[in-house]
């Protein structure tokens, strides 16, 4: 996997678009990840992944950013917690359906989020349709430090139509979110169709996260948008609460 890793880094940005699924998925052959369980949790048309806690007794804090008008995956884990409890925090700028929908299960929170707090375009479901939409956008470390409060996260489900494109820096080694001491073990994130310009992001992120070589990535997921898992090995407290005591 890291020979074909390094040989896809190498490639042009649509290359590497249309061929990471697959040193990735040789990747989740390897004998020392079989007995981690990757556990999903399904949307009405995706599939969220968490390692649960090996441990009992512990609260987990999950963040979905682009609610969707759908909480089937948060309903799924909440059945699945069982004897350890988990704490759902959603974002979506669209309040109608997705307020009432998120509060079965956890705190919404009527906004986008993204990499500055400001007015402005995005890409939001309404009545069925993705349509864009002036909407209040709150910067990210505002939102996870400054609103709901913690610096730990377990897991963080992006779906933010695009967003994600201005959230990249955060994940790196040195990046917003260790410069604040926040701390995520776990995210989702769905990378949208990109045009030439996003695809040179997408090829720019994935090769960092590779290289910094604290967050391993799964569960590749190709249609119009690629969907990857990526899972945090090097924070001993992640590993501890997640792969091995």
Same mark, same amino acid.
């Given at each position: 996997?890291?020979?074909?890793?390094?040989?896809?880094?190498?490639?042009?940005?649509? %290359?590497?678009?249309?061929?990471?699924?697959?040193?990735?998925?040789?990747?989740?052959?390897?004998?020392?990840?079989?007995?981690?369980?990757?556990?999903?949790?399904?949307?009405?048309?995706?599939?969220? *992944?968490?390692?649960?806690?090996?441990?009992?007794?512990?609260?987990?804090?999950?963040?979905?950013?682009?609610?969707?008008?759908?909480?089937?995956?948060?309903?799924?884990?909440?059945?699945?917690?069982?004897?350890?409890?988990?704490?759902?925090?959603?974002?979506?700028?669209?309040?109608?359906?997705?307020?009432?929908?998120?509060?079965?299960?956890? %705190?919404?929170?009527?906004?986008?989020?993204?990499?500055?707090?400001?007015?402005?375009?995005?890409?939001?479901?309404?009545?069925?349709?993705?349509?864009?939409?002036?909407?209040?956008?709150?910067?990210?470390?505002?939102?996870?430090?400054?609103?709901?409060?913690?610096?730990?996260?377990?897991?963080?489900?992006?779906?933010?139509?695009?967003?994600? *494109?201005?959230?990249?820096? *955060?994940?790196?080694?040195?990046?917003?979110?260790?410069?604040?001491?926040? %701390?995520?073990?776990?995210?989702?994130?769905?990378?949208?169709?990109?045009?030439?310009?996003?695809?040179?992001?997408?090829?720019?992120?994935? %090769?960092?996260?590779?290289?910094?070589?604290?967050?391993?990535?799964?569960?590749?997921?190709?249609?119009?948008?690629?969907?990857?898992?990526?899972?945090?090995?090097?924070?001993?407290?992640?590993?501890?609460?997640?792969?091995?005591?």
């Amino acid at each position: 996997m890291l020979k074909d890793m390094e040989l896809l880094m190498t490639v042009d940005d649509d %290359t590497f678009w249309n061929s990471l699924e697959n040193p990735v998925q040789k990747c989740e052959l390897l004998y020392s990840l079989k007995n981690i369980k990757m556990e999903p949790f399904n949307n009405m048309d995706e599939t969220k *992944y968490s390692i649960l806690p090996i441990c009992g007794n512990t609260v987990m804090s999950v963040v979905t950013l682009g609610v969707g008008q759908d909480v089937n995956a948060e309903l799924a884990m909440q059945k699945r917690i069982g004897n350890y409890s988990v704490q759902f925090f959603g974002a979506d700028p669209i309040v109608e359906g997705n307020d009432e929908l998120f509060s079965k299960v956890g %705190t919404f929170f009527p906004f986008a989020v993204g990499n500055s707090s400001r007015m402005g375009t995005a890409s939001v479901l309404l009545n069925g349709n993705y349509v864009e939409k002036r909407v209040v956008h709150v910067e990210f470390i505002q939102f996870l430090k400054g609103i709901i409060g913690k610096i730990f996260y377990d897991n963080i489900w992006v779906d933010g139509e695009y967003a994600e *494109y201005e959230l990249f820096d *955060y994940f790196v080694n040195g990046g917003n979110l260790d410069q604040e001491g926040i %701390t995520v073990c776990q995210f989702n994130m769905e990378f949208h169709l990109p045009n030439a310009i996003r695809k040179h992001q997408f090829k720019k992120f994935i %090769t960092r996260i590779f290289n910094d070589q604290r967050y391993a990535f799964f569960r590749p997921v190709r249609g119009n948008h690629i969907r990857l898992y990526f899972v945090n090995f090097m924070n001993p407290d992640c590993t501890k609460k997640f792969i091995s005591e």
